[in-house]
Nanobody, 126 residues
């Protein structure tokens, strides 16, 4: 089992920045790909960004490319999502996710995910 705990959500004005963190614990050898999804009220959960742990390759949804950056601290088993130039449409609950498989060069799907965090809320005021 892998436990994922997110932090860093909050309220920010449009154009501002936030940094989300996700600390992984437990059987971390099972988290070969880590990523972020988000879900706005009334909408489906959607992929945001991912990183293959072994080589650091990253992949982003088109909607966040150039504004969001996924990174990691391997020593702390932590993955980050730096979100810049936030827009009202970025407001959502953000979920950290981990997949046992090593995946890169494509967006993660819900079926790829073996472990989920409980989410952290991001609110963007216009």
């Amino acid at each position: 089992q892998v436990q994922l705990v997110e932090s860093g959500g909050g309220l920010v004005q449009a154009g501002g920045s936030l940094r989300l963190s996700c600390a992984a614990s437990g059987r971390t050898t099972s988290r070969n790909t880590m990523g972020w999804f988000r879900q706005a009220p009334g909408k489906e959960r959607e992929f945001v960004a991912a990183m293959r742990w072994s080589n650091g390759n990253t992949y982003y949804a088109d909607s966040v490319k150039g504004r969001f950056t996924i990174s990691r601290d391997s020593a702390k088993n932590t993955v980050f999502l730096q979100m810049n130039s936030l827009k009202p449409e970025d407001a959502a609950a953000y979920y950290c996710a981990a997949a046992s498989r090593s995946i890169d060069y494509r967006p993660l799907t819900l079926r790829d995910i073996d472990y989920w965090g409980k989410g952290t809320l991001v609110t963007v005021s216009s």
